[in-house]
T-cell receptor, first 114, second 109 residues
């Protein structure tokens, strides 16, 4: 039972390059989230999904796209990376129950855009 | 706008008690969460409050006052492993979490 995993753990990109971050979960959770964490700021929601085949924008969606083709996977894409996207990216999941008490986080992906 | 405020950094002594405060202004309220995050690691869930009062879980307790928009996390019998950042988050009317910037807790021997 791996919980929430993220691939890759660390990546360096040049400005303008593209990449996809993968989040996988084996907890059968309906909801999945992508956050970014920057120094001195709270976690900020990029995109989220309430179920297979659905996605929605969060607080800071510009420059990112997502897909949820399978319930267990949530992909975050950067089409043309910019230095402002240097950050730590966390995926999180939770059950669909309204009173769900926690989001469960993956280990994070550290992205550096030069 | 939505806002979560918590102190940036606190220092405490091993074996002592520390209280980390969190004040919030959000559009709606559907619960308040505390998470612990060790440096370089993912946040992990500590506590959840949706009604006023104190929730106790071992050495950690969390308090909520909805009328004051205020919560605190109380850590007792501090251990060196408690050195971490503590994140306060409020679930708003859309059931999304609004996060504070976190409080870095430094434990000294």
């Amino acid at each position: 039972n791996a919980g929430v995993t993220q691939t890759p753990k660390f990546r360096v990109l040049k400005t303008g390059q593209s990449m996809t971050l993968l989040c996988a979960q084996d907890m059968n959770h309906e909801y999945m989230y992508w956050y970014r964490q920057d120094p001195g700021m709270g976690l900020r929601l990029i995109h989220y999904s309430v179920g297979e085949g659905t996605t929605a924008k969060g607080e800071v969606p510009d420059g990112y796209n997502v897909s949820r083709l399978k319930k267990q996977n949530f992909l975050l894409g950067l089409e043309s990376a910019a230095p402002s996207q240097t950050s730590v990216y966390f995926c999180a999941t939770r059950t669909g129950a309204q009173e769900a008490r926690a989001q469960y986080f993956g280990p994070g992906t550290r992205l550096l855009v030069l | 706008g939505q806002n979560i405020d918590q102190p940036t950094e606190m220092t405490a002594t091993e074996g002592a008690i520390v209280q980390i405060n969190c004040t919030y202004q959000t559009s709606g309220f559907n619960g308040l969460f505390w998470y612990q995050q060790h440096a370089g690691e993912a946040p992990t869930f500590l506590s959840y409050n949706v009604l006023d009062g104190l929730e106790e879980k071992g050495r950690f307790s969390s308090f909520l006052s909805r009328s004051k928009g205020y919560s605190y996390l109380l850590l007792k019998e501090l251990q060196m492993k408690d050195s971490a950042s503590y994140l306060c988050a409020v679930r708003d009317s859309n059931y999304q979490l609004i996060w504070g910037a976190g409080t870095k807790l430094i434990i000294k021997p």
